[in-house]
Nanobody
Framework: QVQLVESGGGLVQAGGSLRLSCAASGSIISINAMGWYRQAPGKQRELVARITSGGSTNYTDSVKGRFTISRDNAKNTVYLQMNSLKPEDTAVYHC??????????????WGQGTQVTVSS
């Protein structure tokens, strides 16, 4: 069994910063891409940032230059540093990871989500 546990969400004023963490644990052989998604009330879940096992990254346009995704492969952990936060960044942020648990088994796992609220 694999678990993804997020931490670091909270309430912050516009212009402030937060750092999200997501640690994967369980029967893990290897992890491919890891990423952060978010879902605001009444909106669809969207990809915020993604990082491959080799460290290549991509971001949605609205967070470029403000958010930075990184990972520590030794700790099976992905981070999202969020700076210059805006009220429109308010959402539940979910961690995602593509994980190999056996020779022939790769699948996506999701964290439970952490609330980020940015006040104006």
């Amino acid at each position: 069994q694999v678990q993804l546990v997020e931490s670091g969400g909270g309430l912050v004023q516009a212009g402030g910063s937060l750092r999200l963490s997501c640690a994967a644990s369980g029967s893990i052989i290897s992890i491919n891409a890891m990423g952060w998604y978010r879902q605001a009330p009444g909106k669809q879940r969207e990809l915020v940032a993604r990082i491959t096992s080799g460290g290549s990254t991509n971001y949605t346009d609205s967070v470029k230059g403000r958010f930075t995704i990184s990972r520590d492969n030794a700790k099976n952990t992905v981070y999202l540093q969020m700076n210059s936060l805006k009220p429109e960044d308010t959402a539940v942020y979910h961690c995602n990871a593509n994980i190999r648990t056996s020779m022939f088994s790769f699948r996506d796992y999701w964290g439970q989500g952490t609330q980020v609220t940015v006040s104006s």
